[in-house]
């Protein structure tokens, strides 16, 4: 393989992951707890954009099952979205590890 071949398939590569990144910059996923009381919205970039409890969650008393609701329903929606997200890059770049980009 020469040099132009190698730089075309590295211009390739790059207008790939160009799209993965703009299609995460635009991507919407929607989460909730198991039982429903928590439900929101987090973005491609791992930043929430709506969150909405419900009231009875709201007490004193449910502070801590409030907490842990939101940890777990989080995390477990980041999980997801980087997920997807390594699966597009991957597919984009044959596996190369491509990690440090986004």
């Not at 393989?1 to 730089?7: A, D, I, K, P, V």
């Not at 390739?12 to 910059?25: N, T």
């Not at 919407?28 to 919205?41: L, N, R, T, Y």
């Amino acid at each position: 393989m020469n040099f132009n071949q190698l730089m075309k398939q590295a211009q390739v590569m790059q207008k790939k992951l160009d799209k993965i990144k703009k299609e995460y910059d635009e991507k919407e996923v929607e989460f909730q707890s198991a039982d429903g009381a928590i439900k929101g919205v987090i973005d491609g970039n791992l930043k929430i954009t709506s969150l909405t409890i419900d009231e009875e969650l709201l007490d004193k008393d449910g502070k801590e099952v409030l907490e842990d609701l939101l940890m777990i329903t989080i995390n477990e929606t980041v999980k997801k979205v980087r997920d997807e997200r390594e699966k597009a890059i991957d597919a984009a770049t044959g596996g190369a590890n491509m990690s440090g980009l986004f």
